[in-house]
Protein backbone atom coordinates (compact mmCIF):
# COMPACT_ATOMS: atom_id res chain seq x y z
CA UNK A 1 0.00 0.00 0.00
CA UNK A 2 1.28 2.94 -1.06
CA UNK A 3 0.69 6.05 0.53
CA UNK A 4 2.06 9.31 1.09
CA UNK A 5 3.25 10.37 4.53
CA UNK A 6 2.75 13.93 4.06
CA UNK A 7 -1.31 14.00 2.86
CA UNK A 8 -1.71 11.36 6.02
CA UNK A 9 -0.08 14.10 8.37
CA UNK A 10 -2.76 16.71 6.76
CA UNK A 11 -5.66 14.40 6.83
CA UNK A 12 -4.81 13.04 9.88
CA UNK A 13 -4.36 15.27 12.61
CA UNK A 14 -6.66 17.63 11.88
CA UNK A 15 -9.92 18.51 13.29
CA UNK A 16 -12.37 17.21 11.15
CA UNK A 17 -15.59 18.99 10.29
CA UNK A 18 -19.22 18.81 12.60
CA UNK A 19 -20.75 16.42 10.28
CA UNK A 20 -17.64 14.01 10.60
CA UNK A 21 -17.61 13.55 14.49
CA UNK A 22 -17.38 10.37 15.22
CA UNK A 23 -19.74 9.54 18.29
CA UNK A 24 -19.22 6.97 20.40
CA UNK A 25 -21.62 4.54 22.18
CA UNK A 26 -21.77 6.58 25.69
CA UNK A 27 -22.13 10.06 24.37
CA UNK A 28 -18.50 11.55 23.42
CA UNK A 29 -18.41 13.41 20.37
CA UNK A 30 -15.02 13.29 18.57
CA UNK A 31 -13.20 15.25 16.11
CA UNK A 32 -9.68 14.28 15.68
CA UNK A 33 -7.17 11.10 16.49
CA UNK A 34 -5.76 12.54 19.75
CA UNK A 35 -8.67 12.59 21.11
CA UNK A 36 -10.10 9.07 19.82
CA UNK A 37 -6.99 7.52 21.55
CA UNK A 38 -7.91 9.30 24.86
CA UNK A 39 -11.58 8.30 24.75
CA UNK A 40 -10.82 4.88 23.96
CA UNK A 41 -8.50 4.49 26.87
CA UNK A 42 -10.84 5.81 29.16
CA UNK A 43 -13.93 3.19 27.41
CA UNK A 44 -14.91 0.54 29.63
CA UNK A 45 -14.57 -3.18 28.36
CA UNK A 46 -18.07 -3.21 27.54
CA UNK A 47 -18.22 0.03 25.85
CA UNK A 48 -15.06 -0.46 23.18
CA UNK A 49 -16.39 -4.06 22.60
CA UNK A 50 -19.37 -2.04 20.94
CA UNK A 51 -17.20 -0.41 18.81
CA UNK A 52 -14.46 -3.39 18.04
CA UNK A 53 -14.87 -6.88 17.85
CA UNK A 54 -12.68 -9.97 16.66
CA UNK A 55 -15.33 -10.60 14.34
CA UNK A 56 -15.06 -7.95 11.86
CA UNK A 57 -16.61 -4.97 13.69
CA UNK A 58 -13.95 -1.90 13.93
CA UNK A 59 -16.36 1.71 13.85
CA UNK A 60 -12.69 3.69 14.87
CA UNK A 61 -10.81 2.14 12.03
CA UNK A 62 -13.43 2.37 9.75
CA UNK A 63 -13.81 6.41 10.97
CA UNK A 64 -9.91 6.41 10.85
CA UNK A 65 -9.92 4.81 7.04
CA UNK A 66 -13.11 6.97 5.31
CA UNK A 67 -13.02 10.46 7.29
CA UNK A 68 -9.67 10.55 8.42
CA UNK A 69 -8.30 9.26 4.88
CA UNK A 70 -5.53 6.84 6.83
CA UNK A 71 -5.92 3.15 5.21
CA UNK A 72 -2.59 2.72 6.72
CA UNK A 73 -3.99 2.95 10.68
CA UNK A 74 -7.07 1.57 9.86
CA UNK A 75 -5.04 -1.54 8.81
CA UNK A 76 -2.87 -1.66 11.16
CA UNK A 77 -5.97 -1.33 14.04
CA UNK A 78 -7.41 -4.42 12.56
CA UNK A 79 -4.91 -6.82 13.45
CA UNK A 80 -5.65 -9.46 15.91
CA UNK A 81 -3.85 -7.74 18.81
CA UNK A 82 -5.55 -4.47 18.43
CA UNK A 83 -8.68 -6.25 18.38
CA UNK A 84 -8.47 -8.02 21.33
CA UNK A 85 -6.38 -5.61 24.14
CA UNK A 86 -8.00 -2.18 24.34
CA UNK A 87 -5.28 -1.01 25.50
CA UNK A 88 -2.68 -2.16 22.73
CA UNK A 89 -5.34 -0.31 20.58
CA UNK A 90 -4.61 2.72 21.96
CA UNK A 91 -0.98 2.16 21.98
CA UNK A 92 -0.94 1.66 18.24
CA UNK A 93 -2.88 5.26 17.67
CA UNK A 94 -0.41 7.37 19.85
CA UNK A 95 2.68 5.69 17.54
CA UNK A 96 0.80 6.49 14.72
CA UNK A 97 0.19 9.88 15.81
CA UNK A 98 4.02 10.12 16.83
CA UNK A 99 5.07 8.84 13.62
CA UNK A 100 3.23 11.70 11.74
CA UNK A 101 4.54 14.53 13.62
CA UNK A 102 7.64 13.38 13.19
CA UNK A 103 7.46 13.16 9.27
Not at 4 to 15: A, F, G, I, S
Not at 51 to 73: C, M, Q, T, Y
Request: charged letters at 25%; glycine letters at 2%; one cysteine or more.
Amino acid sequence: MHVDPQELKRTTLEQVPEESVFSVCRGDRISNLRDLANCIESLSPEEFKHHVSPEGRNHFADWIREVLKNPLLAHDLNYPINLNNQQHYVTTIRHHVKWLESV
